[in-house]
């Protein structure tokens, strides 16, 4: 199947409560504790983050309690209603995040025709990102959301040396066949171990190896 849109994996986001709780349950569950990070005013949340081996990294996100409600749904299906009640039972593996260097393309993706993508900002980074219409996740949290990073350069710039790493991302929804095709034409078919699930059961699962040994995050 031809890539309309070539991508690799950027990031893991783990959504939680508070930015305090989720840095404690990812230092608890893979022994490591993620730094840096900072505010997204246009969103209205905050993160911080874990480096994930040479290319990726894990984002812990938050609604910001001092931040300002955004004109538009948070991203992340933070403004969920089900997502809310979710995360008040703990944090949890939200999403993935792939980057590109041609997003103006995303739309040409059956499965991210409704997308619009947005310039953002994080200090002195810079990048666009394809939102939902509703701020929800595609495919239902299957499919990963798209970013371009601009100028500012690239968050792993910025973390020390981890000893995490992600092996393998796992995830089960209503239609694997529909998944399976838009991850191929964006160059990602095997980045996801695809299966099917019954309605109202999609998940996102991810393993990873830590000093502590492996661990799940879902």
Same mark, same amino acid.
């Given at each position: ?11 893991? +986001?783990? *959504? ?9 349950? +990812? ?11 900072? %505010?997204?005013? @246009?969103? *209205? ?7 994930l ?11 910001? $309690? ?9 991203? &992340? ?9 979710? @995360?008040?039972? *703990? ?5 993935? +995040?792939v980057?590109? %260097? ?14 619009? =993508? %947005? ?6 980074? %810079?990048?666009?990102?394809? &939102?939902t ?8 949290? =299957?499919l $990963? ?21 992600? =092996?393998? @991302? ?5 239609? $694997?066949?529909? +998944?399976?095709?838009?991850l191929?034409?964006? *160059? ?27 661990? =799940?995050?879902?």
């Amino acid at each position: 199947m031809k890539q309309l849109l070539p991508c690799v994996l950027d990031h893991l +986001v783990v *959504g939680a409560a508070s930015l305090e709780e989720g840095s404690d349950y +990812v230092a608890d569950l893979l022994g490591e504790a993620p730094t840096a990070g900072g %505010r997204h005013e @246009l969103m *209205g949340t905050c993160n911080r983050l874990l480096r994930l081996g040479e290319s990726a990294y894990l984002e812990v996100i938050a609604i910001d $309690p001092h931040g300002c409600r955004p004109a538009t749904p948070r991203w &992340f299906s933070l403004d969920s209603a089900a997502t809310r009640a979710a @995360l008040d039972q *703990g944090p949890r593996l939200l999403a993935w +995040v792939v980057r590109t %260097r041609v997003i103006e393309q995303l739309a040409a993706l059956p499965a991210y025709a409704g997308c619009q =993508v %947005r310039p953002m900002a994080r200090g002195a980074l %810079r990048w666009r990102f394809g &939102f939902t219409a509703d701020g929800g996740l595609p495919g239902d949290g =299957v499919l $990963p959301h798209v970013i371009q990073w601009d100028v500012g350069g690239h968050p792993l710039e910025q973390l020390p040396a981890g000893r995490c790493t992600l =092996v393998a @991302l796992e995830g089960r929804t209503t239609r $694997p066949a529909a +998944v399976i095709a838009a991850l191929e034409q964006m *160059g990602l078919g095997n980045a996801l171990s695809c299966q099917t699930a019954q309605a109202g059961q999609a998940a996102l699962t991810a393993h990873l190896v830590t000093p502590r040994g492996t661990a =799940v995050l879902n």
